[in-house]
Nanobody, 122 residues
């Protein structure tokens, strides 16, 4: 049994900051790329950022310069630091990752967290 759990969401005013955390638990050998997605009402889920095991990152254009993704392989976590938040950042944020259950990478699971709500409003 493996799972991802997000935390850190909440209500913040425009220009404020939040830090989201994603923690993996259960039995697995390693974690591949970790992703942060978000989904706003009436819109499709979109990729916000992702980070590879070696630290390579990528961001959606809408969050470049404001969001920073990081990971701690020893703690099996991935964080999303969100600065200068805007109303259009309001969404449910989801963590996603591929968890490998074999050292040969022959068995793996794609796992999603339950989501955490981020609301940016005055």
């Amino acid at each position: 049994q493996v799972q991802l759990v997000e935390s850190g969401g909440g209500l913040v005013q425009p220009g404020g900051s939040l830090r989201l955390s994603c923690a993996a638990s259960g039995t697995f050998f390693s974690i591949g790329i970790m992703y942060w997605y978000r989904q706003a009402p009436g819109k499709q889920r979109e990729l916000v950022a992702h980070i590879a095991g070696g630290g390579s990152t990528n961001y959606a254009d809408s969050v470049k310069g404001r969001f920073t993704i990081s990971r701690d392989n020893a703690k099996n976590t991935a964080d999303l630091q969100m600065d200068d938040l805007k109303p259009e950042d309001t969404a449910v944020y989801y963590c996603h990752a591929r968890l490998f259950t074999s050292s040969a990478y022959s068995i793996w699971l794609d796992v999603w967290g339950q989501g955490t709500q981020v609301t940016v409003s005055s």
